[in-house]
């Protein structure tokens, strides 16, 4: 029988604080939300290994050393509306309700959404809801966001979601492309009127491409 009380304290202790996360809010909410729930019974075991883990149609758990470093990243306040996109079954989701005051998560698989909505109702977790849409279109009917997660890797800049966040708003997300891979953090400011978005790495990373965020082939003639 697996205590996986002791293996999320275990995540943290190995792979959370020792990669530089040293918000003690993450690494509490790391270590109390049960990360297995999240997965399918025959994966439970893996839940806490250093590895992105499939939860199924293509879609995936970012592994929680990279999870924790953009959550880090991202500066979340108690007072922030996030925008949590690819949710997948809703682990992501529990964790920055922890850390926010409301969250908005979108998946574009009907039946991750459904699953990740009864497990976070399960959870009693009521600052979050899960939203069925294209993930690449952000959610503009919900008004604008103080911080936009990604749950997985783009290959296009993000600039429809920029456009939803507030001024002082940040995104951040793993970018793959010719000049490699690496996880960003994109900081949007307001001026005078005039909007500036800061772009930055700020570690390298991999992972599974978002549904919708591809690089298109181009063709030469």
């Known amino acids: 029988m697996i205590?996986?009380?002791?293996?999320r304290a275990n995540m943290v202790e190995c792979q959370v604080r020792p990669n530089d996360v040293t918000d003690i809010r993450i690494q509490q909410a790391m270590a109390?939300?049960?990360?297995?729930?999240?997965l399918p019974r025959a994966k439970q075991s893996l839940a806490y290994i250093g590895d992105h883990l499939s939860v199924g149609e293509g879609r995936f758990l970012l592994e929680p050393r990279?999870?924790?470093k953009l959550l880090q990243a991202a500066e979340i306040e108690?007072?922030?509306?996030?925008?949590?996109?690819?949710?997948?079954?809703?682990?992501?989701?529990?964790?920055?309700?922890h850390l926010a005051d409301a969250v908005v998560g979108l998946e574009c698989d009907k039946e991750l959404a459904r699953t990740a909505g009864e497990v976070?109702?399960?959870?009693g977790v009521d600052n979050a809801?899960?939203?069925?849409?294209?993930?690449?279109?952000g959610c503009p009917d919900q008004g604008k966001f103080d911080v936009i997660f990604l749950n997985g890797m783009i290959e296009i800049e993000p600039d429809s979601l920029l456009a939803q966040l507030k001024g002082g708003g940040r995104l951040v997300t793993v970018m793959g492309g010719p000049a490699g891979y690496y996880a960003y953090?994109?900081?949007?400011?307001?001026?005078?009127?005039?909007?500036?978005?800061?772009k930055r790495v700020i570690f390298d990373a991999s992972a599974p491409v978002l549904p919708g965020f591809e690089r298109q082939?181009?063709?030469v003639f």
């Open 78 to 97: 108690p007072s922030d509306a996030v925008l949590d996109i690819g949710c997948a079954t809703g682990y992501s989701s529990a964790v920055l309700a």
């Open 185 to 198: 953090l994109f900081t949007k400011t307001i001026h005078d009127g005039r909007e500036t978005i800061d």
């Open 217 to 219: 082939e181009e063709f």
């Open 120 to 123: 976070l109702t399960e959870m």
């Open 66 to 68: 990279c999870f924790a």
């Open 3 to 7: 205590d996986f009380a002791a293996a």
């Open 129 to 137: 809801a899960v939203i069925t849409t294209e993930l690449a279109r």
């Open 32 to 38: 109390r939300i049960p990360r297995e729930k999240f």
